[in-house]
């Protein structure tokens, strides 16, 4: 079952919201700020985001930033702001598409199953991912010759092969998968990285995908 995220500090409209999605039989979760947004974002690992650019705590823009800063899930965009440059700088920063209000409710829920629908095939293309001798599952978390990750290896992996040639800082990592307390222990980083590098590339002491950018953060490379 697909489940969304909705993100809106108008409480009547997360209600309507919340009945309509689950009456089409989608699993919904709910948050009136953006921080709380993004917590239920890594806590609840949502298919879709419906997203407010008007919160009282972070603008809508930056909370698309935080999401695509590890995560390709589809974001819409519901929001009272009308202008051209509010829908540019959305779809600019990640958004995969933007709905105005006020809206109808059958329009968005039409908006949702096409994202849902791209979504899905883009997903697909991602599925089995080469690196180097080893062909990577994303979808049913294997990997061929019997390599066996934990789920923090996996967490870390995933965030790097989502997004192919993309920096992913330390401090995104470290936020991701241990939370924001642990963003200065980044020896926990480098010996998760070494772990997973001995199981995934040939040379180790010199890797040809999981690369180090010293001081930043790691990038795969295809």
């Known amino acids: 079952m697909t489940r969304i995220l909705v993100v809106d500090d108008e409480p009547q409209i997360l209600r309507a919201l919340r009945i309509n999605l689950a009456a089409r039989h989608y699993e919904v979760d709910i948050a009136a700020d953006g921080a709380a947004a993004l917590r239920a974002a890594v806590d609840s690992a949502p298919d879709l985001v419906i997203l407010d650019l008007g919160l009282p705590d972070l603008d809508g823009i930056d909370v698309i930033h935080g999401l695509r800063g590890w995560t390709t899930i589809p974001i819409i965009v519901l929001s009272g702001r009308a202008g051209n440059q509010d829908k540019i700088e959305a779809l600019d920063a990640g958004a995969d598409d933007y709905v105005t209000k006020p809206f109808g409710i059958d329009e968005l829920l039409a908006r949702v199953r096409a994202v849902t629908r791209r979504s899905a095939t883009q997903e697909a293309e991602l599925a089995r ?94």
């Open 129 to 222: 991912i080469q690196l180097g001798d080893h062909v990577i599952d994303l979808t049913n978390k294997t990997i061929s010759s019997d390599v066996r990750l934990t789920p923090t290896e996996w967490h870390i992996l995933e965030m790097l092969l989502r997004h192919p040639g993309k920096l992913i800082s330390q401090r995104h990592i470290l936020t991701e998968v241990w939370g924001a307390r642990f963003v200065k222990e980044t020896h926990y980083l480098r010996q998760y990285m070494a772990q997973i590098r001995r199981k995934l590339e040939r040379d180790p002491a010199s890797p040809a995908h999981l690369i180090t950018e010293p001081g930043m953060g790691y990038r795969f490379k295809p």
